[in-house]
């Protein structure tokens, strides 16, 4: 990983200081909803695993698997016009056209939309694939089938978010709750003004995240391909 210059009149830190600014780039942030899922486990390892190491053990593991999970990496996004990025990071599962959610009223024309499977091996924080103002936000009640299934745009939980660009576009990202996922956050409300590659919520334990375009968007990925989230560019809109 490089590292980040200095700035100008900053004096260089030497010795431990300058270990553990390494290992602050090198680690990336917890998310605060995380950290019920880190203090928890902790605190079992450090009052219960005195006496018992197995208990020790097992609860710092825990710890270290709801931190790596909560992980909040910092992202830049591209500076290039009339982009959409990934809201999130994981393998893209569909590249097609489909009529959005029911509950946004957004008409029964097919949109172009990219869906994007994540494991729970990846980042779950979803970011906002466009900047613009939340024009509708609309959470859905449903089954918890797998979310790398088609059908599960339609049947599973689901929590949606409709954001107008300065242009006057709307673009759909839809956050759906999977096999094993039981908890949709979303922090964003509506009025709220969003900027590309901000995060506005979690998915907690295998997910998916669709995102519908205007029609005549020019998509750029493919199925199969990997995503990180505010960075890799989805698609371009119309100018």
């Known amino acids: 990983m490089a590292r980040r210059p200095t700035p100008p009149g900053t004096p ?14 090198a680690i990336p942030p917890l998310h605060p909803a995380g ?10 390892a450090v009052l219960g695993g005195r006496r ?17 999970f909560f992980r909040h990496p910092h992202r830049v996004p591209p500076n290039r016009a009339n982009i959409v990025v990934a809201p ?9 056209t489909a009529v959005p959610p029911a509950e946004l009223n957004l008409g029964d024309a097919a949109l172009p939309r990219v869906s994007i499977f994540l494991s729970v091996l990846d980042v779950h924080v979803q970011r906002t694939p466009v900047s613009g103002t939340v024009r509708t936000i609309a959470y859905q009640r449903g089954q918890f089938r797998s979310a790398d299934l088609p059908e599960a745009s339609s049947v599973n939980e689901r929590n949606s978010m409709v954001l107008e660009t300065a242009s006057g576009q709307l673009v759909t990202v839809v956050q759906i709750a ?11 409300k509506v009025g709220d003004a969003l900027s590309i590659g901000e995060t506005y919520g979690l998915i907690r334990f295998g997910s998916r995240v669709d995102t519908y375009f205007p029609a005549g968007t020019r998509l750029l990925v493919e199925p199969g391909q990997r995503t990180i989230g505010a960075e890799t560019v989805l698609a371009e809109l119309l100018p």
């Open 88 to 96: 999130a990071d994981g393998e893209i599962a569909l590249v097609d």
């Open 12 to 25: 260089e830190r030497t010795g431990l200081g300058h270990v553990a600014d390494l290992v602050k780039a």
């Open 178 to 188: 999977g096999l094993l996922a039981r908890r949709i956050v979303c922090d964003a």
């Open 35 to 44: 950290l019920p899922f880190v203090a928890a486990p902790l605190a079992v």
């Open 52 to 68: 018992r190491r197995w208990l020790r053990r097992t609860g710092l593991t825990a710890a270290a698997a709801s931190a790596a």
